[in-house]
């Protein structure tokens, strides 16, 4: 009786997704990443306690699970995923950085995907021992074994041998390292190693990968003359394949190996394809033997191919169709290979406990020992790529899609905003296909945690044409404030890859007064905009609200007067400041009793040709603040800097800041002395933390936005 109310319930729990999968798709993804996350955190009051140990070990499994499970908190705000993660580094990192069990001497790549986490933790929590055991693990590097084509050993132990395993244990946190803490001569060091695997561990005939090579070809298991391992491993492919899209994260979009890299990418997950079952959409043990007595279908290498090829085809490494079918991998995982256990909790199955070559005892790498390995639930090796997985297709399925020629949910942005709720308790995601939007857009106060993404900035472009002077029917004129193609008023909005344009006076001057025109006007708290470009002329940006904390992330912004202006206190992170006529940048208009103003933290100024007389700001009231910090400034920045807008108070209580700036523009021999050539410990009063944290902790520069309400 228990065993079938049991069987009811589970089938019960597993209708409510399916429905929910139906009805609200992303809610769907991010509600299994959460409930798999909860049931191994129920499952393992230790992270360390991960992969069933007894023991503390600093191991790959557990720096996966930490990775997903900060993943999952850069997707939900929500702390517990953070603690559960900070608990476990502190636990085996002391305060000089030296990682509990962890031995450079013993040449174990495994061991470098231990850390792969920190990078994240390091952002979220910058705590100088996180620094270096990132160092620590980094020198591992230095002084690896290689085979003669450079790429590493495998372990010390397992001498001249390359694993597609290792590569994925390797190469993200080599990359990552690359980009974070500048050091782009170790790129190609990065690339090689997943050519070399390829070219030496790839097999013509299928197009898949084998699971590893012997360079010496000495070793029982490998073929005297290629030195390949003799069958293919799923999970090994799954790893691989994992490995190439969280690589094509950091390498630079010019790099000279990062089209092969994709080619590799296409290559394997078009093989893969072959070999995958039909009903469940799962793959097998051994990939390629599907139909051969003992196989069976195995979830950790399932759950790898499902995040390759959902972030693969959401980044445009991989043609649109693997979206797709990432989905169906998705839900035969979650159909065939989960179950719910009596506690309340969820399990993975069918996952492969271990599988290796070599070593002792010896395992030998045939078809028998493959599938004579253990098969385990909640096994960290599935549990980790699911949730990633989970979450790839949360991010790649918003909940409504606007599409100006009729294939989404709206034709018009407006629409689909006001078919968004109003107060949501969670955040909705609005994604906009490519094309030209000629509308006004109005966004609401009470379109609370809306996130809008488009496709891409140069394709995706909302535009609109009123100027501060133009008639209204009421006898009037719309003025500045009036003039705006976006109004964005709800607090945590966040807006992705969009051009936001004001195209009046661009194609024939405005006659008469009135020119401003605004592209947007944001008046919202907590507000985020990342790769978006701000076209306009004079006015282009208007931060409205008065106390407001707004970030601008690898932004293109341009104008020609005082086309950065208002009350807010913004933050512009790299981004490309462009001035279109000799005119000034910023016009701020802080408040008396504001603490902050404007920060441009290492953004780049540049102008059209004839441009040549550029200030970079004048006070719009006289108690503005703004501070450029670590800049290139080009030669068209004026060499006095600042202008006072003929009010001579504000040279007394306004603030101009600047703090190593470089470039043309920034001569300071001739600046106006009445600004602010800063000192480091002025410079960290005014930090990009300082300005955005306020008293709620807003930190959207470590990629975290909120995605619930905050409890009043």
Known sequence: MKKCLLILCLLGWLFQLTAKKTEHPHDYYMEWAERIATSEMQHNEHLWMADFRKKPKWDYTQGLIAKSMLELYKNTANQRYLDYVTEFADFFIDSTGTIMTYKKSDYNIDRINGGIFLFDLYTFIPQPQYKAALDSLRSQLDTHPRVKAGAFWHKKVYPHQVWLDGIYMGSPFYARYCNEFDQPQYYDDVTRQIIVADTYTRDPKTGLNYHGWDESKQQAWANKETGCSPNFWSRSIGWYCMAIVDV???????????????????????????????????????????????????????????????????????????????????????????????????????????????????RSGTYEYYISEPVRNDDPKVIGPFILAAIELAKATPHIVVAKDGSGDYKTLQAAINAVPDYRKSRTIIYVKPGIYKEKVVIPASKQLLSIIGSNPENTIITYDNYAGKATPFDGTLGTSGSATLYAYPDDLYMENLTIANTAGMDQPIKGKGTQAVAAHVSADRVVFVNCRFIGNQDTLFTYRPYSRQYYKNCYIEGTTDFIFGWAAAVFDQCIIHSKKDSYITAASTNKDAAYGYLFYQCQLTADSLTTKVYLGRPWRPYAKTVFMECEMGAHIRPEGWHNWNKPLAEEVSYYGEYKNFGPGADLSQRVEWSKQMTEEEAEAYSLENILAGEDGWAPQTGIIRYKPIKQ
């Open 248 to 362: 094509l994260d950091y390498l630079p979009a010019d790099h000279k190996d990062r089209q092969q890299l994709i080619d590799i990418l296409n290559r394997v997950c078009q093989s893969l394809l072959k070999y995958q079952d039909k009903k469940t959409k799962m793959w097998y043990q051994v990939t390629n033997m599907p139909k051969r007595e003992g196989n069976y279908l195995e979830s950790s290498g399932t759950a790898m191919y499902c995040y390759a090829m959902a972030k693969g085809a959401r980044k445009d490494y991989l043609p649109e169709k693997y979206l797709q079918k990432a989905r169906e991998i998705f839900d035969g995982l979650c159909t065939y290979s989960t179950q719910e256990n009596p506690d309340g909790t969820t399990s993975i199955t069918r996952a492969c406990a271990v599988a290796g070559l070599g070593g002792k005892p010896y």
